[in-house]
């Protein structure tokens, strides 16, 4: 005969006195936190007198590719587990189907592919702003824009070469950017080719897109890289809110947790914030930091949730169990997709990194994704 299930929820309080003062401070220092991590990047590609060196942002990259890698494996996974195989739950979660949590994240997985497998038919071409992350601070050939008609006419004048980034697409499908380079002879066709002749009859109502530095970006470019990190930020949102609520509903261990807190939100940020800058939102365009915030904001909201529902909301309940549970599985399962598929592979397995990444170029960067990996594995031993 089975044993009888223990009870759900946490009948023995601490004993140690809940310091709402420490816990406020806590919140504070959260923001500051978050919205520093995330908003360095995007501040230091729009203001350009910081100077800040290419090799930083190339750092910044990819560690924060790592850190969201160990965000996913490392923190929701486990946590969606231990949560929702908690022996007081039903047998459902215990006994019946205990992988529930997995296939929680394999659905969360597929959904986004399902998303990204749409944008692609909508949108065409892949781009997630370089392997290198050179591109965030100085213009380059390599990235994927059209020459002006009045730049390509002078250029003609002149008798130099004209540049040109598209979109192709092979005999297979599949669409891959192209960098063409013409003689000034061939002036007509470079513009041929950067604007489709689908595209021309529809030059008068088409929407233009320029970055800061005044270069014009492809549209269907502009659109899937601002839809991807929409994604990949959903996915990190998702968490934070139980990230926040579960360091202030902690009385014993606190000044620990909240350090460990402190260095997750900091990383996870930096990870965030170097993708949204390598994103090229219009001269102007708010959305970046709209973005920023979001991130900044959606912890110290989970701690600020805490904090009015201390003395009513157990984590160790069957409710609590199930929702962090649950929540943790669905953002496991997009961050995985999201920083392997969108991340990782386009980085280093993707035409344009062997195009423009050596292969000690390569190495350092993934010696920084192992390094960004590591750190959050390390804060994982705490939180």
Request: aromatic content about 10%; some cysteine; charged content about 15%.
């Amino acid at each position: 005969m089975a044993g009888e299930k223990p009870q759900c929820g946490n009948a023995d309080k601490s004993e140690v006195e809940y310091d709402l003062p420490l816990h406020v401070v806590g919140l504070f220092l959260i923001l500051a936190s978050s919205l520093l991590g995330a908003g360095f990047p995007v501040v230091a590609k729009r203001f350009k007198s910081l100077k800040i060196p290419p090799s930083i942002f190339f750092a910044c990259k990819h560690f924060g590719t790592g850190v969201l890698i160990a965000t996913a494996f490392v923190h929701l996974l486990p946590t969606a587990f231990g949560n929702l195989m908690n022996p007081c739950l039903p047998d459902l979660f215990t006994d019946k189907y205990p992988p529930m949590p997995g296939v929680i994240m394999m659905g969360s997985m597929f959904i986004l592919f399902v998303i990204e497998m749409y944008l692609n038919a909508k949108t065409g071409g892949h781009s997630h702003g370089g392997p290198t992350g050179e591109g965030l601070t100085e213009p380059s050939h390599h990235q994927h824009h059209h020459v002006r008609p009045e730049t390509a006419d002078a250029e003609k004048k002149n008798d130099t070469t004209v540049i040109v980034g598209g979109i192709t697409e092979d005999e297979s499908g599949y669409s891959s950017p192209t960098t063409t380079e013409y003689r000034t002879g061939d002036s007509s066709s470079a513009l041929d080719v950067a604007a489709p002749r689908s595209s021309k009859k529809n030059a008068a109502t088409e929407v233009r897109y320029f970055d800061e530095a005044g270069v014009e970006v492809d549209p269907q470019v502009y659109r899937k890289m601002s839809a991807n990190i929409t994604l990949l930020e959903g996915g990190i949102l998702f968490h934070s809110v139980f990230v926040g609520m579960t360091l202030s509903i902690t009385v014993d261990g606190f000044v620990i947790l909240l350090i460990a807190f402190l260095f997750h939100q900091a990383f996870e940020g930096l990870g965030l914030g170097s993708r949204i800058a390598a994103v090229p939102y219009p001269q102007g365009s708010v959305r970046p930091w709209l973005l920023v915030v979001a991130f900044g904001v959606t912890a110290p909201l989970g701690q600020a949730i805490g904090l009015g529902a201390r003395n009513t909301y157990d984590p160790d309940s069957a409710f609590g169990l199930i929702i962090v549970g649950v929540f943790n599985a669905i953002s496991s399962g997009l961050l995985i997709y999201a920083a392997l598929v969108d991340l990782l592979a386009q980085d280093f397995l993707s035409e344009e990194a062997e195009r423009l990444m050596s292969v000690k170029k390569k190495a350092t960067a993934f010696a920084f994704v192992l390094l960004g990996a590591a750190a959050m594995a390390f804060v994982g031993a705490f939180a």
